[in-house]
């Protein structure tokens, strides 16, 4: 059965893994983001990786070992001896809120009491949870098989609260 896992890479070693699984026809996905490095001499825009050493995979698990045999591969994240899956509505979520970087900023992992949807706008259907930060809402979006977040700016009147716990979607 194919799920998304995410996989932790060798330090800077994301795009060249992105590449060898590409290769191989994985389904892969890496979260880039734009950010401005300066240097002595210059400043240069350059793609880096939203969640560093990590990238999404999509396969089965029973081979897993080809995934782990590529080069630039650490491990497959584990939670407890099981593998993380990361459910594909949160793949989604992910690529969506990276068509529209403006207002997307890494959140430290938290645990939603409530689950949301947005309901208008461009991130109509994405599902998460509403933190408020000075007085501006933000829609975070948790990843779980990486323990991390991110969050976008939203109106509050854009979202639906929806019964069922995030651990259900």
């Known amino acids: 059965m194919m799920h998304w896992y995410a996989i932790y890479t060798k330090p800077r070693a994301e795009k060249k893994v ?6 191989k026809k994985i389904e892969t996905f890496l979260p880039l983001v734009e950010k401005v490095r300066i240097w002595k001499d210059r400043k240069k825009k350059l793609e880096m990786p939203l969640f560093p050493g990590y990238l999404f995979a999509k396969f089965d698990y029973k081979n897993r070992f080809d995934i782990l045999q590529t080069d630039g591969i ?3 994240i584990n ?8 459910p594909d509505w949160q793949i989604d ?3 969506r809120l990276l068509e529209h970087p403006e207002t997307l900023q890494l959140e430290n992992a938290m645990q939603p009491d409530d689950l949301v949807e947005v309901t208008e706008g461009p991130f109509k259907g994405i599902k998460g949870c ?4 000075k007085d501006v809402s933000r829609l975070v979006i948790i990843i779980e098989g990486l323990q991390q977040s991110v969050s976008v700016e939203i109106e509050s009147v854009f979202l639906k609260k929806i019964k069922e716990a995030a651990a259900k979607v």
């Not at 992105?18 to 290769?23: A, C, P, S, T, Y």
């Open 18 to 23: 992105f590449e060898r699984l590409d290769e």
């Open 74 to 76: 650490v491990k497959i």
């Open 130 to 133: 509403v933190r408020t930060v």
């Open 79 to 86: 939670f407890r001896s099981v593998p993380a899956v990361v």
């Open 93 to 95: 979520s992910l690529r």
